[in-house]
């Protein structure tokens, strides 16, 4: 029997793909079009923050088209020019916003694939273990599937967090990076730190995958494009008072709404005198990684991008569990790691029991009166637990790895650094 073609190869494969597409989609305008689920996740406080919530986007669209300044009452904290973009979609049906967001994800999914696409091409070219030239690659649709259908990412899609437009502005400006193109790039990475600050850290891990003759102007770039985006929200609002509404909030942390980080309860409990310093540690430790992590891994940028998100999604001042599901999209294209990984059970167990937990103890705090604050930050720990430890984890396989493919003479054994 003839082997198959080519190009019919091809065409079953982008005949798999369209049907993944059409399901996530699917499943999505399903549970959108359920009441009581999608408005119940929408005040989710996993899902949901000060930063991000569509609940508070909402008031402050009606503000903004009100002409009543939004930023004046201490609620609304998020990008101007969000404000101008669902002025004009609120205007249409429910199930436009509802297909907007799932055709996010669906690009974000699309992405990953070309994203996986050329990251293996690249690793071709690289030193690599004997073993691994017999073992097949992740195929790039799966790396899509797993993100797609992560319930994790449901959530935050049906939870209509506006986390989703910073996702979507770093898994861009990745895949134009790959491609080489630091114009697009920086464009969209400049969008990204616009709208949630963070992804700034991750300017210096996309420069290491350009070519050395553009990263002087990758920088002029973002630069640039970060104060036209400044400049067009202040042509929105009429005044700069949104610098310290949105950025000032995420920095200085007056918000204490609770939220899966680790902020907002010790800033409760802490005196208000050492505010000021705790808050420019917390806030310092999250940036504090991004050199040592492009120096020692300065020839694995997309790893080191992945760390980073990864380090955001925990330290960040208000996270939800959908800075979680940009990392994890992003860890099945390192697949190379996965047998180096040793703490694969326990930090699966750990994001089921806390995923599990989180809702029962909030419950019990907020609304049965038998618990309190302790409960759900008791929880929010674990979760934490199992990133870091993934984080770890990661970290190790990779430093494990390139020792074996240094020393392959060292595979299987144990390495004792004196």
Known sequence: ?????????????????????????????????????????????????????????????????????????????????????????????????????????????????????????????????????????ILPTTVAALYLFNPLTILSCISRSTIIFTNLSVIMALFWALLGHFGFS????????YLSVYPAMLVAPLILMLPERTKSMAIATFTGSLLVLLGLSRLATGSWGFLNATYGVILFLPD????????????????????????????FHTFIFVAPLCIRFRHHPVFVLTILCGIVAVFKSYPSVGDVTLYLALVPVHDELFKYCRYGFLVANLFLYSSVLAPIFWHLWIYAGSGNANFYYAITLVYNLGQVLLLIDLVFSMLRREFDVAHPEAIGKQVIHK
Request: net charge positive.
């Open 1 to 137: 029997m003839p082997p198959p073609k080519p190009s019919s190869i091809r065409t079953s494969s982008s005949r798999n793909t369209l049907l993944l597409y059409v399901a996530a989609i699917t499943i999505r305008l399903i549970i959108f079009n359920l009441p009581a689920i999608s408005d119940t996740l929408l005040q989710r406080v996993e899902l949901s923050t000060p930063v991000t919530s569509f609940k508070r986007l909402t008031e402050g669209v009606f503000l903004y088209q009100s002409h009543v300044p939004p930023y004046d009452g201490g609620v609304f904290h998020q990008a101007p020019l969000l404000l101008v973009i669902f002025s004009f979609l609120f205007y249409l049906p429910n199930a436009a916003i509802f297909l907007l967001y799932s055709v996010l994800d669906i690009i974000i999914a699309h992405t990953l694939q070309k994203i996986t696409t050329m990251k293996q091409q690249r690793a071709q070219d690289s030193p690599k273990l004997a073993v691994e030239n017999k073992i097949s690659l």
């Open 186 to 193: 920086m464009m969209w990475i400049a969008l990204g730190a």
């Open 256 to 283: 204490l709404t609770p939220n899966v980080g680790m902020f907002w309860y010790f800033f409760i409990e802490i005196f208000d005198q050492f505010r000021s310093f705790f808050l420019m540690v917390f806030q």
